[in-house]
């Protein structure tokens, strides 16, 4: 009996149809193996994966495999965004033992949850040396029937070896100028100067890595540090993992020159790149930036808006074609014919060269992805902009990519950080109204009455898995930057619940951060991995929120723990700064302070604005005005207005600036 047609995950309601018998993550499903003296087959993707999809189609939808599968083993689905900490415990296990690691996930377990043998991918028939899924069982039940000491064996030795990796502590003190030149120096080997970005194909966004050299040029000076940021960020706008028509970036580009993504569009690349695009125009000015970041604000809300007010976490990369197959970016690529079908002759071949459409196509079957190969020459705005419209209404006419519709808690606390701070920056006040819809909903719902977040809800309905560190500390820096933007202090109160929390549950002797709470379910290891990847880890997301925190309410806990955290960024930044992005960037709001901003004056007038657009790394901004001020910010406490004229306080390491009047002289205090 296949048992995934009760739960929220839209991942496991895919495979609600299939003929294997399906159970969730759960003790039930590891005692039924007990009970049947049989291995468990441990399968783990996400609704968005079109290698899992396409997995799920040769394998898990066969009625022989199945029937196998059923036979010989209990399945188990998980869904990797639902179950952060399944996903990264066993994840750590397959790339010890293989070298690589990716989705599907296909791990065999013993009864008590550990680890014997393991892949991602398998393919139906044996081919390029990789055996069939069906070979691969077969072998799994040779194995357990018998050599089943060998099987023992081996699972207790990988359960040891990952026993072993934990972090006593993140190294000794808080990184400083040495640690974070050492970092700067490794981006710089590892830049691509023709292509913009860091190392080969296949290219990831490096959004945090950007984040890190725009608040080091910010603090420094470093020039170098800003034209890395901005070419890198002009190579992505240009092309094709950007979505040239809706807006919006694909999780990845195959190629190293942007060319070609892989189409799936996940919350947490867009939230971390608007805020990204926000930030190069705060430094720079570039139109191409500040578009950049509206379109991609505009793209989230449009598309990945829920009912609630929460954002759905992704956009699948396949849809169905013309002929009613699904396709790895039928939504998206377009063939000359198709331009010449909407635009006709002229606009279609001028559409063709600004947007790189060839003859032989770019991706597949003849087909090319949109992106702005910049070799056309002077184009007349209204053209471009009329051509889009058109080709864009065309497009919405297709099937689109299905949705996933789950709200996970930490990349909606990403895309409230990135929507208040961009409806600031532009004077887009709905941006920050959706911000703050979403918070609310985390609140409501996520938060609701248990006082501890959970990790997703769909439909407006809380999900039964418990928040992870990245949950309150991406959740918690929304909240901050909420506050910043709107002067209300109850978001600032709501940070420091979710902080303390953190404190509480979280933290280790010495400064670590564990990805699960004291008091969560024990899997085979405490997962515990302070790298930054495809979103900042839990562990230096937590820092800069605590960081913050601190700079807010002057909570020597707070910042102690901050610092404590951020000793594995003094380990990690100078060996593989790739890899710990956001921690960099929070080390650079450390060593220049961070600055504390009290604005006594009106929330959105011209001083608080001035303090929301300052360049200094990590700044935090609290403004209002009026005898309850300080009751909302402690930093507006005995923070008087000068003559009667709204007036800013700049502060750091317990030392402040004389206040002043004057926006512009308010401007060079925090970097402008």
């Known amino acids: 009996m296949n048992r995934l047609a009760g739960v929220t995950s839209p991942y496991l309601l895919q495979h609600a149809d299939n003929p294997v018998d399906w159970w969730p993550w759960g003790p039930e499903a590891f005692e039924e193996?007990?009970?049947?003296?049989?291995?468990?087959?441990?399968?783990?993707?996400?609704?968005?994966?079109?290698?899992?999809?396409?997995?799920?189609?040769?394998?898990?939808?066969?009625?022989?495999?199945?029937?196998?599968?059923?036979?010989?083993?209990?399945?188990?689905?998980?869904?990797?965004?639902?179950?952060?900490?399944?996903?990264?415990?066993?994840?750590?296990?397959?790339?010890?033992?293989?070298?690589?690691?990716?989705?599907?996930?296909?791990?065999?377990?013993?009864?008590?949850?550990?680890?014997?043998?393991?892949?991602?991918?398998?393919?139906?028939?044996?081919?390029?040396g990789s055996p069939s899924f069906q070979q691969v069982l077969e072998g799994v039940?040779?194995?357990?029937?018998?050599?089943?000491?060998?099987?023992?064996?081996?699972?207790?030795?990988?359960?040891?070896?990952?026993?072993?990796?934990?972090?006593?502590?993140?190294?000794?003190?808080?990184?400083?100028?040495?640690?974070?030149?050492?970092?700067?120096?490794?981006?710089?080997?590892?830049?691509?100067?023709?292509?913009?970005?860091?190392?080969?194909?296949?290219?990831?966004?490096?959004?945090?890595?950007?984040?890190?050299?725009?608040?080091?040029?910010?603090?420094?000076?470093?020039?170098?540090?800003?034209?890395?940021?901005?070419?890198?960020?002009?190579?992505?706008?240009?092309?094709?993992?950007?979505?040239?028509?809706?807006?919006?970036?694909?999780?990845?580009?195959?190629?190293?020159?942007?060319?070609?993504?892989?189409?799936?569009?996940?919350?947490?690349?867009?939230?971390?790149?608007?805020?990204?695009?926000?930030?190069?125009?705060?430094?720079?000015?570039?139109?191409?930036?500040?578009?950049?970041?509206?379109?991609?604000?505009?793209?989230?809300?449009?598309?990945?808006?829920?009912?609630?007010g929460g954002f759905a976490s992704a956009l699948d990369a396949d849809s169905e074609d013309a002929d009613g197959k699904?396709?790895?970016?039928?939504?998206?690529?377009?063939?000359?014919?198709?331009?010449?079908e909407v635009l006709?002759?002229?606009d279609a071949a001028f559409a063709a060269a600004y947007f790189g459409v060839t003859e032989d196509g770019t991706f597949e079957e003849g087909a090319s992805v949109l992106r702005l190969p910049g070799d056309v020459g002077p184009v007349g705005a209204d053209r471009v902009a009329d051509?889009?419209?058109?080709?864009?209404?065309?497009?919405?006419?297709?099937?689109?990519?299905?949705?996933?519709?789950?709200?996970?808690?930490?990349?909606?606390?990403?895309?409230?950080?990135?929507?208040?701070?961009?409806?600031?920056?532009f004077d887009r006040p709905d941006l920050v109204e959706r911000a703050t819809e979403a918070a609310d909903l985390l609140v409501r719902v996520h938060l609701g009455e248990v006082a501890r977040l959970t990790r997703t809800s769909k439909d407006g309905r809380a999900g039964d898995n418990a928040g992870v560190l990245e949950d309150y500390g991406d959740v918690a820096e929304g909240f901050l930057a909420l506050a910043a933007v709107t002067g209300e202090g109850a978001w600032l109160e709501f940070a420091g619940f979710l902080l303390d929390i953190v404190l509480e549950q979280f933290t280790g002797e010495g400064g670590q951060l564990y990805d699960t709470a004291h008091?969560?379910?024990?899997?085979?290891?405490?997962?515990?991995?302070?790298?930054?990847?495809?979103?900042?880890?839990?562990?230096?997301?937590?820092?800069?929120?605590?960081?913050?925190?601190?700079?807010?309410?002057?909570?020597?806990?707070?910042?102690?723990?901050?610092?404590?955290?951020?000793?594995?960024?003094?380990?990690l930044g100078p060996r593989v700064p790739r890899f710990v992005g956001w921690g960099l960037a929070v080390a650079e709001a450390l060593l220049d302070g961070p600055r504390e901003v009290a604005v006594a004056g009106p929330v959105g007038g011209e001083l608080h604005r001035t303090a929301l657009l300052g360049r200094a790394p990590g700044a935090v901004v609290a403004a209002g005005e009026g005898p309850g001020a300080?009751?909302?910010?402690?930093?507006?406490?005995?923070?008087?207005?000068?003559?009667?004229e709204p007036t800013a306080y700049v502060c750091r390491h317990f030392v402040c600036d004389a206040p002043t009047t004057d926006a512009a002289e308010l401007a060079v205090k925090l970097g402008g």
């Open 630 to 644: 300080g009751a909302e910010f402690p930093l507006l406490v005995d923070r008087p207005q000068v003559g009667g």
């Open 141 to 308: 039940v040779a194995a357990w029937t018998d050599r089943r000491d060998e099987v023992a064996e081996v699972a207790g030795r990988i359960v040891a070896d990952l026993a072993g990796r934990s972090l006593v502590h993140g190294g000794d003190g808080v990184p400083g100028e040495s640690e974070v030149a050492q970092a700067l120096l490794g981006l710089t080997r590892e830049y691509d100067e023709q292509r913009g970005g860091f190392g080969g194909a296949p290219k990831f966004p490096p959004s945090m890595a950007v984040e890190f050299l725009l608040r080091h040029h910010a603090r420094t000076g470093s020039e170098g540090a800003l034209q890395m940021a901005a070419d890198t960020c002009s190579a992505m706008a240009r092309g094709g993992i950007y979505d040239q028509l809706g807006g919006g970036f694909a999780r990845y580009s195959v190629d190293r020159e942007w060319v070609v993504p892989h189409f799936e569009k996940m919350l947490y690349d867009n939230a971390l790149l608007c805020r990204v695009y926000a930030h190069l125009w705060r430094t720079t000015g570039s139109d191409e930036a500040r578009r950049i970041a509206l379109e991609t604000a505009d793209f989230m809300v449009r598309e990945l808006r829920t009912a609630e």
């Open 519 to 571: 008091d969560a379910e024990q899997l085979i290891r405490r997962p515990q991995d302070p790298t930054d990847s495809a979103t900042p880890s839990g562990w230096t997301a937590a820092a800069g929120a605590l960081l913050s925190y601190a700079a807010y309410t002057g909570s020597e806990a707070h910042r102690t723990a901050a610092e404590g955290a951020l000793g594995v960024v003094k380990a």
């Open 326 to 340: 699904h396709v790895e970016g039928a939504y998206y690529v377009w063939t000359p014919a198709q331009l010449r």
């Open 344 to 346: 006709g002759e002229d």
């Open 33 to 128: 193996a007990e009970r049947r003296d049989v291995p468990v087959l441990l399968s783990v993707g996400y609704s968005a994966c079109h290698w899992c999809h396409v997995m799920a189609h040769e394998s898990f939808e066969d009625e022989t495999v199945a029937a196998y599968l059923n036979a010989h083993f209990v399945p188990v689905k998980v869904d990797r965004e639902e179950r952060p900490d399944v996903d990264a415990v066993y994840m750590e296990a397959v790339q010890a033992a293989t070298g690589h690691g990716g989705w599907p996930m296909t791990v065999f377990l013993t009864a008590d949850a550990e680890p014997f043998y393991f892949g991602t991918y398998f393919p139906p028939e044996a081919r390029h």
């Open 387 to 425: 051509v889009r419209a058109r080709l864009l209404a065309a497009r919405d006419e297709r099937p689109r990519p299905g949705r996933d519709d789950k709200v996970v808690a930490a990349w909606n606390g990403l895309a409230i950080a990135a929507l208040a701070e961009a409806g600031a920056f």
